[in-house]
Nanobody, 121 residues
Framework: QVQLVESGGGLVQAGESLRLSCAAS????????MGWYRQAPGNQRELVAA???????NYADSVKGRFTISRDNAKNTVYLQMNSLKPEDTAVYYC???????????????WGQGTQVTVSS
């Protein structure tokens, strides 16, 4: 089994910062790409930031320059540092890992449970 546990969401005012964390545990052989997605009410889930195992990053245009994704491979953890938060950043944030389980030939995408981020104006 593989489990992803998120933490760090909350309620902040515009201009403030939050740091999200997502840790994977279980029978993991290797982790490929890691990413953060978000979904606001009435909207589709969208990619916020992604980080490959090689260190390449990709950000949504709306968060470039404000958000930073990073990973700690030793801890199987990905982080999202969110600065200069805006009310439009309000959403449920989900982490996603591409994981190859021990004994499996196929890499699957696993999702966290989601954490609420609310930014007040």
């Amino acid at each position: 089994q593989v489990q992803l546990v998120e933490s760090g969401g909350g309620l902040v005012q515009a201009g403030e910062s939050l740091r999200l964390s997502c840790a994977a545990s279980g029978s993991i052989f290797s982790i490929g790409a890691m990413g953060w997605y978000r979904q606001a009410p009435g909207n589709q889930r969208e990619l916020v930031a992604a980080l490959t195992s090689g260190g390449s990053t990709n950000y949504a245009d709306s968060v470039k320059g404000r958000f930073t994704i990073s990973r700690d491979n030793a801890k199987n953890t990905v982080y999202l540092q969110m600065n200069s938060l805006k009310p439009e950043d309000t959403a449920v944030y989900y982490c996603a890992f591409d994981i190859l389980r021990s004994g499996s030939p196929v890499r699957y995408r696993y999702w966290g449970q989601g954490t609420q981020v609310t930014v007040s104006s």
